[in-house]
C-alpha cells in the first residue's frame, strides 16, 4: 500500500485546515503589524532627561534669546525668551540647531583644498603676511563690527604695517539705536522691515505702531504688505528722497513723493531707513536723529572700513570671516593683488568664497562653541550677552577669533577675551541684567563681582547699558550709492533680487522653500506677465537669463505684483545689472 | 454600538450561509460517494451538457412527437409522456430491422448508447454491443469489463473499451449484478441478474422504433466523421464497413465516440 | 498616560491674518516639535508634509497697488460630524470628547487616504516617502512624539505631546484642569507675531473665546457645517472676501 | 503538449490551434510582466512611485477599480434574473458573466493592496471596523462577494472535461449546483450594497461640496444611483463580451435572442437611472451645492471640466443608449446594440471618473487652484497588469472551460 496522489491531497489539506486553525495565523498577523510600524528606517528619537538650557543667537545681529529644549544634553527644540527686548524667534533661529548637520561643513582645515594641520596654515599664513609688500595690505573681513572678536582683529591688524578691518556692512543701522516704540513711520528704503529687519520679534510686536512706506523695486514680502509700496530701482533711491524731502516743503510735482510726504506729515515721529545715502538724507530732514521715536545714539559703537571703500588690487591676505563667505566673490576678487594674493575663509562652510580660498580654517556653528552677542541691530542702547555652547565642540575646529589670536601669538584664549568683555562691563557698572530663566532684571551693581557676572551670563542673560543722555547726533559719512544699471537695447530689462533660499539652513526650510510654495523657489525668475509675454515667456516655462557678465538657467513666474521691465531673481547675489530673459 | 451589531450581525451572516452552503455541499457529495451514487449523479451531470441533437425523445424518431428534448435524462421509466405513448403499441414481434445495411435484431432491446440487453429464458438479461457500436469499436486495445458480481446500473457505466486513443465508456442498459462476462467474439458482453428479479425495458428502444433511430444515427456519425465542409460520403455505397476507422483514418476518433456513446 | 483632569475642554485657535507677515516660523516650529522629516530633493508643494500651511493671497490687484495676505491653515479640527473622522474605515482618527481634538492614530492607518478626499481643508498629509533626516539629525527629534512610518496619513493634532505633558505636570501637582496657557501648541508659541491665539472655546473667561466672538473673526467654508474651530481674524475686507468663502475662480489648471 | 490541450478543451467546439493561442497568450504575458513591475515598484519603493499627491490623494487606481467593479456587476444581476427571477434565457452567458465578475474583482481588490499605503495592514478594517464609513461597508462586502465568486467560479472549472471525469469532482460540482441560488441570494445581496456604498463613498463627503448629496437615512442619493447605473452597465458589459469573444474567436456562442434581451434588460434599467440621475443633479445644483456655499456653476468653470460633461454623462451616455436598446428593430440590428452596449459601459466609466477625479481636482479651500494630475507610468502599467490578468483569465476559461453552454449546439 504506497503513498498515492490521493493520500498527498488529504495531507495537505490537512494540515493547511490544522494551520488555519492554530494560533500561527494570528501571530504572524500580529507581526505584521508591528513590522509596519518599525519599518527599517523610522529613527527612534533619543530618550533622556528633560532640560531648559539658555543660550543667544548669534545667526543674525538680533541676538535673540534662546531657550532650548534639551534631552540629556542634546537640543530638541529653540523657542524665544519671554521678557527678552528681541522677543520670540525667526524660522532660522527656531531650527538652529539643525545647523550642525547641514550640508558643505567644513571639518577641518584645509590648505589649497588639502587638509592641513593647523600649525601648517599658521606658518603659511603667516609667512604670507610677512612677504606683504609696502603697497599691499592685509584685511580680515569682519562679518559684525562691534564684538570683543573684532577688537582682537583690530589689536592684530594695527600690529602690522598695513592692516585693514573692513567689513561688508552698511554701517547705518549698526550706528545708531532706533526707538522702534515711539515711532509712527517707517520709510524703508529696500529694508526687510517686515522679513528680519533688526529683531523681528521686537518689529511685529509694534507693527500696529507704525505706518510701514517700502521704497523698493523688488515685490518683497515686506512690500507686500506696506501700507504704501513705492517701487523705486536701486540707484535711484537718494534721488526719490531728495523728491519727497522736496514735498515736505510743499513741492508737489512728483505725486509719489507727495503722497510719502502726505503720510509723514500725518503720522510723527517718522524715521528712514535702508540704503544708507537715500535714509540719511531724509533723515536729516526729518530730523530723526537724537529725538524719540528716532534714531537714538548708544554706546560701544565701533565703525570698520567698508570694504567697498578699499582700493581695488590692493589687498595681499585676505581673511574672510564666516558670514561674510557669502558676498558674490567677484566683489572681493577686484580687490585682491593681481599676483600670490592668499586667500583665508575662516568659515564652518565649504561653499561661497570658501571655493577660492587658499586656506580654509574650520570653525565651529552656531551652538557648538562659546561666543558672544553683541549690541542687536537697531537696539536703542549697548548690549552684550554670551552664547553659550549647547553642543560639545567637534575636534578640530577653530573659532575665527581664536584663529587670529594663535596668528597674533596670543596666549590668551577667546573665552578669555570674552571673560575681559565682561569684566569691563561690571567695571562700568552702568545697566542692568536680564537673566533668561527667571526673566528678571537685575541693576548690574547689585552683581558682587565679575566672576558672578560671568556665571550668570553663561547661565544665559542679556546686560542692557543705560540710555545716552538725548544729545543731538549726525548722519555719519557712509557709503556711496550703488549705480543704477542703464537698459540697453541688447538688455531691456532689469535685473533685481527677489529672496532666495539661505546658504545655510536647516533641512526643514524646505517646508518653506519647496514643500509649501510659501517663499519663491530657487532660480525662479519673477516677471510681470507681460513683461513675460513680451518676451515669449509662459507661466512656469524654462528660461535663460542674459546680463552683460553672466547667464542663469531659471524658471520663469509670472507674477502681475511685479513691476513690469524688471526681472526678480530668486538666488544667491544676482547682479545688479541690465539684462533680458528669453525662454529655452 | 448598535449600527456595530446590525452591520457585524449582517455580515457575520453572510459568513454563515455562504460557508453552509459549501459545507451541505461538500457533506452531500461525500454522501454521494458513499452510497454509490456516483454513477447516477455522473450521468445526471452529463446528460445536459450533450449537444441538444444527442437529447431528442425516443418519441421524435417515430413522429410521435414534434421535436422534444428528453427532460428525464433517457429514463423513460418516470417519463409520465413515455408512460401515455406506449400504452398503445404491441409488443414487438419476432425477427429484425434492416437499416442503412445493418442487422438489429428484434429481439431485443436497444439503449440510446448503442448497448442491447435481452432477457434470457433463465431470468438474466445478456448485454451487448449493437451492429453500429460493434463496427466503430472493432478490435478494440482494450476492453474493461466489471468483475462478476460487480453491479451495473441504467445509463451507468456498463464497462469501458479503449480504441485509438479514444476511452469509451459504454452506458448500461439495464440495473443488476454481474453473473458472467463474455466478449467481442461471443457477440455479448455481460450477462446481469436484473434488481427485483424482473428486468424493466421501457427505458430502451424496440420494434419499430429501431428503424428511424438508426437512420438518424448514422446522419449524425457521418456528421460526425467527415469533416464540416465535405459531404459525407459512403465508403461503399450505403452500408458501412466492417471496421470504420479503419475507412476515416483522418476522422478525430475520440470526437466520433463521444458522438455515437454519448460522452460529454 | 491619562491624567485624571476632570474639566473638559473644546480647544480651538483664533489666527489674526492682520499681523501675520508669512515668516512661516510656525510651520518650523510645528515640524520641529512633531518630528516632520524635511523634505526629499523630489518633494513638491503637493506632496511635502507641512502640518502648519501658510497660503499666500493677493488683493488681485496689479502692479503696483497688489497687496498680500497670509493664511496658515492646519487641521481645522470639526467639531460636528468630522468629516475625516466619518470616513476612516478602522478608527485610525478619533475626536476625543475630553478635548475636542481630532487626532490621527498612524500605527492604526491603512493608508487608504479617503480621510484625505474628505477633508475640505486639505490639512491632512500623506507620507509618500521613508522618513529620513540627515545623518545624527535623529539626535534632535522629539521624545515625546514617535515618527510615522511610510504610507500613513497624518496631521496636526494640537501637539498632542505638550497636552500630555501638561496634563502630567498637573496631575502631578494634584490639579484637575489645566491653568490657561499651560498648554499651547508649538505654532503658538513660535509665532513672533503673536499672530496665533490659543485655548479653550467653551471657557467665556479666555481670551480665544473672546476673540472668537468678535465680529472682525470667521472661519473657513463655515457653511459646510462641519463647525471648525480654527477662527481667522482681519480688517481687511477683501482679505476676508478671499479667505471665507469660495468666490468666483477663473486660474487654469497647473499640475 | 497538444494532445493534453486537445484532452482538456471541451467536446463537440472548435478551439484555435494550440499555436495560434499561444501567439495569441505572449503579448498579454508580457504586458502582464511590465505592470507587475511597475505595481512591484510601488510596493517596494512606496507610493512616491506615483504622481498622485496629497490633493490628488485617488487616481487612476480608485477610479479603475470603481469602473471594473461596475461592469462586473453583470455577474451578480445576471445571476439574479437567472437563479431568482428565472430568466432560463441568460442560462447561456451565466458561466461567462460568474467568469468576468471573478476577474474584475480580483482585479479591482488587487489594485486595491497596490494602492493603500500600508499593505500590509490590509486586515485592520475587519479589525477595527468603523462601521459607520462607507468604506468599510465596501470592504466587508467585496470581501465576502469576491469568495461567492470563486465559489461561483469553481463548478465551472470542474466541469473541465478532463477533471470532470474524477468523480468526487463531478459530483461535488453537482451538489454546489443544485445550491446556486443561495449563492446568487447571497451575491445579490452583497453588491446592491457594494455597489451602493461605492456611490456612498462619495456622496457622504460632506467637505465636497461637488460630490456631497443629501439622501434617504445614512445613505445618499449616489448610493442608489450607483447601484441602478451598475446594474444597467453589467448585462451591457456581457453583451459587448460576449459579442467581442464571438467575433475574435469567429464562432457563434449564443443563440440570437440572447444579446438582445441583455440589451433589453440594461435599456430597461437605464431609464430609471437616466430619470433619477437628473432629478438628482437639478436637486444637487439648486440646493445641496449653494446651501453649502458653493454656487455650482464654480464647478463647471475650470477647464476641461466644463458642462459638457454633465450633458455627455446624461444625454450622451445616458439618454442615447437607452432609446437604441428600448426600440426592438434597432436592438435587432447588431451594430446597433453593441455601439448602444458600449456608450452604457463608457457612460458608467465617465460617471466613475466625475466622481472621482473632477470632485479632487476642484479646490474646496477658496484661495487654492484648480489642480490637475498625470498618472506616472507605473500607475498606468499596474492599470494595464490588470487589464492583461483579466484577458488571460479570460482566455484561458473560454479555452478550456464551458463559458457558453449553446455554442455546440451552434453552427460553427
Not at chain 1, 533622556?48 to 531657550?67: D, H, S
Not at chain 3, 474605515?89 to 490621527?104: L, N, R, W, Y
Request: glycine letters at 8%.
Amino acid at each position: 500500500m504506497g503513498f498515492t496522489r490521493r493520500d498527498l491531497l488529504k495531507f495537505t489539506g490537512g494540515s493547511a485546515a490544522g494551520l488555519a486553525l492554530s494560533p500561527v495565523p494570528w501571530g504572524l498577523l500580529h507581526d505584521t503589524s508591528l513590522l509596519s510600524e518599525n519599518w527599517p528606517g523610522i529613527p527612534h528619537p533619543p530618550r533622556g532627561e528633560i532640560r531648559k538650557r539658555y543660550t543667544t543667537c548669534t545667526l543674525c545681529p538680533a541676538g535673540c534669546g534662546v531657550r532650548a529644549r534639551c534631552v540629556g544634553d542634546q537640543p530638541v527644540s529653540l523657542a524665544g525668551v519671554a521678557g527678552h527686548p528681541s522677543g520670540a524667534l525667526c524660522t532660522a533661529g527656531l531650527a538652529g540647531h539643525h545647523l550642525a548637520f547641514c550640508r558643505d561643513r567644513a571639518t577641518e582645515s584645509l590648505a589649497a583644498g588639502k587638509p592641513a594641520a593647523m600649525e601648517r596654515a599658521l606658518s603659511g599664513i603667516s609667512a604670507a603676511i610677512a612677504a606683504c609688500g609696502s603697497r599691499e595690505s592685509v584685511a580680515i573681513l569682519d562679518s559684525r563690527p562691534g564684538r570683543a572678536a573684532s577688537e582682537v582683529y583690530r589689536r592684530f591688524l594695527a600690529g602690522l604695517p598695513n592692516g585693514i578691518h573692513c567689513t561688508s556692512l552698511d554701517m547705518q543701522d549698526a550706528s545708531f539705536g532706533i526707538d522702534l516704540e515711539n515711532t509712527r513711520a517707517i520709510v524703508s528704503f529696500g529694508a526687510p522691515v517686515l522679513d528680519g529687519w533688526l529683531s523681528p520679534g521686537r518689529v511685529l510686536a509694534n507693527r500696529s505702531h507704525f505706518q510701514l512706506i517700502q521704497v523698493e523695486a523688488a515685490y518683497s514680502r515686506t512690500a507686500s504688505l506696506s501700507d504704501l509700496r513705492v517701487p523705486v530701482l536701486s540707484g535711484t533711491e537718494s534721488a526719490f528722497a531728495e523728491a519727497v524731502v522736496r514735498a515736505l516743503d510743499g513741492d508737489t510735482s512728483d505725486s509719489q513723493a507727495a503722497e510719502v510726504a502726505g503720510m509723514l506729515r500725518s503720522n510723527k515721529p517718522a524715521i528712514a531707513v535702508g540704503v544708507a545715502p537715500a535714509a540719511g538724507r531724509l533723515n536729516s530732514a526729518l530730523g530723526a536723529f537724537g529725538r524719540p521715536g528716532g534714531l537714538l545714539p548708544r554706546r560701544g559703537f565701533q565703525a570698520a572700513t567698508d570694504i567697498a571703500n578699499v582700493p581695488d588690487h590692493s589687498i595681499r591676505v585676505l581673511l574672510i570671516e564666516e558670514g561674510s563667505t557669502s558676498l558674490p566673490w567677484d566683489l572681493l576678487d577686484r580687490k585682491l593683488a593681481p599676483q600670490n594674493h592668499t586667500v583665508v575663509a575662516l568659515t564652518p562652510w565649504l561653499d561661497g568664497c570658501a571655493r577660492h580660498a587658499d586656506y580654509v580654517i574650520a570653525a565651529p556653528v552656531y551652538l557648538e562653541s562659546l561666543d558672544e552677542a553683541p549690541t542687536p541691530a537697531g537696539s536703542p542702547v549697548a548690549a552684550f550677552s554670551l552664547s553659550p555652547a549647547l553642543l560639545a565642540t567637534p575636534p578640530k575646529l577653530t573659532p575665527p577669533a581664536e584663529f587670529i589670536m594663535r596668528l597674533a601669538r596670543d596666549s590668551a584664549t577667546y573665552p578669555d577675551i570674552l571673560k575681559q568683555r565682561v569684566a569691563a562691563i561690571r567695571k562700568d557698572g552702568r545697566g542692568t541684567v536680564f537673566t533668561y530663566a527667571d526673566a528678571k532684571s537685575t541693576p548690574i551693581r547689585d552683581i558682587a563681582s565679575a566672576e558672578d557676572l560671568w556665571k550668570t551670563m553663561l547661565a544665559g542673560a542679556l546686560w542692557l547699558d543705560e540710555p545716552l543722555p538725548d544729545r543731538p547726533v549726525h548722519a555719519m559719512a557712509s557709503a556711496k550709492e550703488a549705480e543704477a544699471p542703464t537698459p540697453t537695447p541688447e538688455f531691456p530689462l532689469l535685473l533685481i533680487a527677489a529672496d532666495s533660499p539661505p546658504l545655510h539652513a536647516s533641512p526643514l526650510m524646505s517646508k518653506l522653500y519647496s514643500e509649501s510654495g510659501l517663499r519663491r523657489p530657487a532660480n525662479a525668475a519673477i516677471v510681470n506677465p507681460k513683461t513675460g509675454h513680451d518676451h515669449g515667456l509662459s507661466d512656469g516655462c524654462r528660461a535663460l537669463v542674459q546680463s552683460a557678465t553672466a547667464e542663469f538657467k531659471v524658471q520663469a513666474i509670472f507674477d502681475p505684483a511685479v513691476m513690469p521691465g524688471v526681472i526678480e531673481l530668486a538666488m544667491a547675489g544676482p547682479p545688479n545689472a541690465a539684462g533680458t530673459i528669453r525662454r529655452i | 454600538m448598535l449600527s456595530h451589531i446590525i452591520f457585524l450581525g449582517l455580515f457575520y451572516a453572510v459568513l454563515t450561509v455562504v460557508s453552509a452552503t459549501l459545507a451541505l455541499s461538500f457533506f452531500r457529495a461525500a454522501r454521494d460517494m458513499r452510497i454509490r451514487r456516483v454513477e447516477a449523479i455522473a450521468w445526471q451531470a452529463t446528460f445536459p451538457d450533450l449537444p441538444a441533437r444527442e437529447r431528442v425523445c425516443r418519441h421524435q424518431f417515430t413522429g410521435e412527437l414534434p421535436n422534444r428534448i428528453c427532460d428525464k435524462a433517457f429514463d423513460c421509466r418516470q417519463c409520465p409522456t413515455h408512460a401515455a405513448l406506449i400504452a398503445t403499441r404491441q409488443p414487438p414481434e419476432a425477427g429484425s430491422s434492416e437499416s442503412a445495411g445493418l442487422d438489429f435484431p428484434l429481439d431485443r432491446f436497444y439503449h440510446r448508447g448503442h448497448a442491447w440487453a435481452r432477457p434470457e429464458a433463465d431470468g438474466t438479461v445478456t448485454i451487448g454491443l449493437d451492429p453500429l457500436g460493434a463496427r466503430l469499436v472493432t478490435n478494440p486495445d482494450a476492453v474493461v469489463l466489471p468483475a462478476t458480481g460487480g453491479h451495473i446500473r441504467v445509463n451507468g457505466t456498463a464497462w469501458h473499451v479503449h480504441t485509438r486513443g479514444a476511452d469509451v465508456r459504454i452506458l448500461s442498459p439495464a440495473d443488476g449484478k454481474v453473473v458472467a462476462t463474455g466478449s467481442a467474439q461471443k457477440g455479448w458482453y455481460l450477462k446481469v441478474r436484473p434488481d427485483g428479479g424482473r428486468f424493466d425495458s421501457r427505458h430502451l428502444l424496440s420494434g419499430a422504433e429501431i428503424g428511424p433511430w438508426i437512420t438518424r444515427e448514422m446522419e449524425r456519425l457521418y456528421a460526425a466523421l467527415a469533416p464540416a465542409d465535405e459531404a459525407p460520403t459512403m465508403a461503399d455505397g450505403g452500408v458501412p464497413v466492417e471496421d470504420i476507422a479503419a475507412a476515416y483514418p483522418d476522422a478525430d476518433w475520440d470526437a466520433v465516440c463521444s458522438e455515437i456513446f454519448l460522452q460529454a | 498616560m491619562a491624567a485624571p483632569i476632570t474639566k473638559p475642554a473644546r480647544y480651538g485657535m483664533a489666527i489674526d491674518l492682520d499681523r501675520c507677515t508669512g515668516c512661516g516660523a510656525c510651520m518650523i516650529a510645528c515640524a520641529v516639535e512633531n518630528n516632520v522629516p524635511p523634505a526629499r530633493p523630489e518633494a513638491t508643494p503637493r506632496t511635502g508634509i507641512t502640518w502648519m500651511r501658510v497660503y499666500q493671497i493677493s488683493n488681485g490687484a496689479p502692479f503696483p497697488d497688489s497687496r498680500a495676505a497670509f493664511i496658515p491653515v492646519l487641521c481645522q479640527q470639526c467639531g460636528n460630524e468630522t468629516p475625516c473622522a466619518a470616513v476612516c474605515p478602522q478608527e485610525a482618527v478619533e475626536v476625543d470628547p475630553a478635548t475636542g481634538i481630532v487626532d490621527q492614530m498612524p500605527q492604526r492607518c491603512l493608508g487608504c487616504r479617503y480621510c484625505m478626499a474628505a477633508c475640505p481643508y486639505h490639512a491632512r498629509y500623506f507620507n509618500w516617502w521613508d522618513p529620513q533626516w540627515p545623518t545624527g539629525m535623529e539626535k534632535t527629534l522629539n521624545p515625546d512624539v514617535a515618527p510615522r512610518m511610510r504610507g500613513v496619513v497624518e496631521k496636526c493634532n494640537f501637539c498632542h505631546g505638550r497636552l500630555h505633558a501638561a496634563r502630567a505636570r498637573a496631575a502631578a501637582e494634584g490639579r484637575s484642569e489645566l491653568r490657561p496657557g499651560e498648554y499651547v501648541p508649538a505654532c503658538v508659541e513660535a509665532c513672533p507675531a503673536g499672530a496665533i491665539v490659543f485655548g479653550d472655546l467653551d471657557d467665556p473667561a479666555s481670551e480665544v473665546a473672546r476673540l472668537a466672538r468678535d465680529g472682525h473673526s470667521f472661519r473657513i467654508l463655515e457653511r459646510l457645517g462641519t463647525e471648525p474651530k480654527i477662527y481667522y481674524r482681519t480688517a481687511r475686507p477683501w482679505v476676508r472676501q478671499a479667505a471665507a468663502e469660495p468666490a468666483r475662480r477663473q486660474e487654469s489648471a497647473h499640475a | 503538449m497538444p494532445e493534453i490541450d486537445r484532452q482538456l478543451i471541451a467536446r463537440g467546439v472548435k478551439r484555435a490551434s494550440p499555436r495560434q493561442f499561444l501567439l495569441w497568450i505572449v503579448p498579454w504575458c508580457a504586458l502582464l510582466a511590465f505592470g507587475l513591475y511597475g505595481a512591484g515598484l510601488c510596493l517596494v519603493k512606496g507610493l512616491n512611485q506615483t504622481n498622485m499627491d496629497n490633493r490628488f490623494a485617488f487616481g487612476l487606481w480608485i477610479f479603475l477599480d470603481l469602473t471594473i467593479i461596475a461592469l462586473g456587476a453583470g455577474a451578480f444581476f445576471t445571476g439574479f434574473l437567472l437563479y431568482i427571477l428565472k430568466k432560463r434565457e441568460l442560462k447561456a452567458v451565466i458561466n461567462s458573466a460568474v467568469v468576468i465578475g471573478f476577474i474584475c474583482y480580483s482585479g479591482a481588490v488587487a489594485a486595491l493592496l497596490v494602492d493603500v499605503g500600508q499593505p500590509l495592514r490590509f486586515w485592520f478594517t475587519f479589525w477595527h471596523p468603523n462601521v459607520h464609513s462607507m468604506l468599510t461597508e465596501v470592504t466587508f462586502c467585496i470581501a465576502c462577494y469576491l469568495t461567492v465568486l470563486l465559489i461561483e467560479y469553481v463548478p465551472i472549472v470542474l466541469k473541465n472535461r478532463k477533471l470532470r471525469q474524477i468523480p468526487s469532482f463531478l459530483v461535488f460540482e453537482f451538489e454546489l449546483h443544485k445550491l446556486m441560488p443561495v449563492l446568487a441570494g447571497v451575491g445579490t445581496f452583497l453588491s446592491f450594497f457594494h455597489q451602493g456604498s461605492l456611490g456612498g463613498l462619495y456622496g457622504v463627503l460632506r467637505g465636497r461640496p461637488f460630490a456631497f448629496r443629501e439622501g434617504f437615512a445614512i445613505w445618499p442619493s449616489t448610493f442608489f444611483l450607483f447601484i441602478l447605473s451598475a446594474a444597467a452597465a453589467g448585462p451591457a458589459f456581457i453583451l459587448l463580451t460576449t459579442w467581442l469573444v464571438s467575433k475574435i474567436s469567429g464562432k457563434a456562442l449564443v443563440r440570437t435572442e440572447v444579446l438582445p434581451l441583455l440589451g433589453r434588460i440594461s435599456g430597461v434599467l437605464l431609464v430609471p437611472y437616466i430619470l433619477l440621475k437628473a432629478i438628482d443633479t437639478l436637486i444637487w445644483i439648486n440646493n445641496t451645492a449653494p446651501a453649502r456655499g458653493f454656487p455650482a456653476h464654480q464647478f463647471y468653470s475650470s477647464k476641461p471640466f466644463g458642462a459638457w460633461i454633465l450633458f455627455a454623462e446624461i444625454a450622451v451616455f445616458g439618454l442615447l443608449p437607452a432609446l437604441i436598446l428600448l426600440r426592438r428593430r434597432l436592438r435587432e440590428s447588431t451594430g446597433w446594440l453593441v455601439s448602444a452596449a458600449g456608450l452604457v459601459c463608457l457612460g458608467v466609466a465617465l460617471n466613475r471618473f466625475v466622481f472621482t477625479i473632477q470632485t479632487l481636482a476642484l479646490p474646496t479651500l477658496p484661495f487654492d487652484p484648480f489642480l490637475s494630475y498625470l498618472p506616472s507610468w507605473q500607475e498606468t502599467a499596474t492599470f494595464l497588469a490588470v487589464v492583461a490578468y483579466g484577458v488571460l483569465v479570460y482566455s484561458f476559461s473560454f479555452r478550456y472551460l464551458t463559458l457558453f453552454p449553446q455554442e455546440k449546439d451552434l453552427p460553427c
